[in-house]
């Protein structure tokens, strides 16, 4: 059964930066696209990045293009977003999730975890 488990949340400020971890188990995820999305009060959730797990293939939504970077560490089975120059706008819940298209939601979720940044 995959689980997915997120860390690295936080307060920031506009301008700082922060890191989050996505911990993912019960699956070799080689043929998976695992990515990060979230989810701001009162709106939709939303794509932010994607990362093939084989190949290492990278995709990201234009509002953070620049700013964040997705990457994994296949023998901890853990992937990364660095987050830079944070903006209040990328306030939001932010959720790791495993499927096998990228830029698109898969089936298996996160619990999230909360990023506020503060203008």
């Known amino acids: 059964q995959v689980q997915l488990v997120e860390f690295g949340g936080g307060l920031v400020q506009a301008g700082e930066s922060l890191r989050l971890s996505c911990e993912a188990s019960g699956h070799t995820f080689r043929s998976f696209a695992l990515g990060w999305f979230r989810q701001a009060p009162g709106k939709e959730r939303e794509f932010v990045a994607s990362?093939?797990?084989?190949?290492?293939?990278?995709y990201y939504a234009d509002s953070v293009k620049g700013r964040f970077t997705i990457s994994r560490d296949r023998a901890k089975n853990t992937m990364y977003l660095q987050m830079n120059n944070l903006k209040p706008e990328d306030t939001a819940v932010y959720y790791c999730?495993?499927?096998?298209?990228?830029?698109?939601?898969?089936?298996?979720w996160g619990q999230g975890t909360q990023v506020t940044v503060s203008s």
């Open positions: 999730n495993a499927g096998v298209r990228v830029r698109t939601a898969g089936d298996y």
């Open positions: 990362i093939v797990w084989g190949g290492g293939n990278t």
